[in-house]
């Protein structure tokens, strides 16, 4: 049986831990889930990100930036890294 989900805030809030880890970033949703293990920065930086809108934590936290303590966004490697674990748009209704 196929279900319908509207990719909203109520929706990802329910994906809020590392074993069911959706983030929001400039509108897309993403399930980070299988990535818990492998980012640089660590399960805990991932972790505080989960069901919530992950925007500004993602533009401003690369733990690969700069040594000198300044905060800038994901490196290039790190946004097409991210399109994996893409699954829809704010507010688009998908089937799963």
């Given at each position: 049986?196929?279900?319908?989900l509207?990719?909203?805030?109520?929706?990802?809030?329910?994906?809020?831990?590392?074993?069911?880890?959706?983030?929001?970033?400039?509108?897309?949703?993403?399930?980070?889930?299988?990535?818990?293990?492998?980012?640089p920065?660590?399960?805990?930086?991932?972790?505080?990100t989960?069901g919530?809108?992950?925007?500004?934590?993602?533009?401003?936290q690369?733990?690969?930036?700069?040594?000198?303590?300044?905060?800038?966004?994901?490196?290039?490697?790190?946004?097409?890294?991210?399109?994996?674990?893409?699954?829809?748009?704010?507010?688009?209704?998908?089937?799963?």
């Open positions: 049986i196929k279900k319908s509207i990719l909203n805030m109520t929706e990802i809030n329910k994906h809020n831990n590392q074993n069911d880890c959706w983030i929001l970033i400039s509108g897309k949703v993403y399930d980070i889930t299988s990535y818990f293990g492998l980012h920065g660590g399960n805990r930086n991932m972790s505080a989960c919530i809108d992950a925007t500004a934590a993602y533009m401003t690369d733990p690969n930036a700069s040594s000198s303590g300044s905060k800038s966004a994901h490196s290039s490697r790190a946004r097409s890294l991210l399109n994996n674990y893409y699954i829809g748009d704010l507010n688009q209704t998908i089937s799963s």
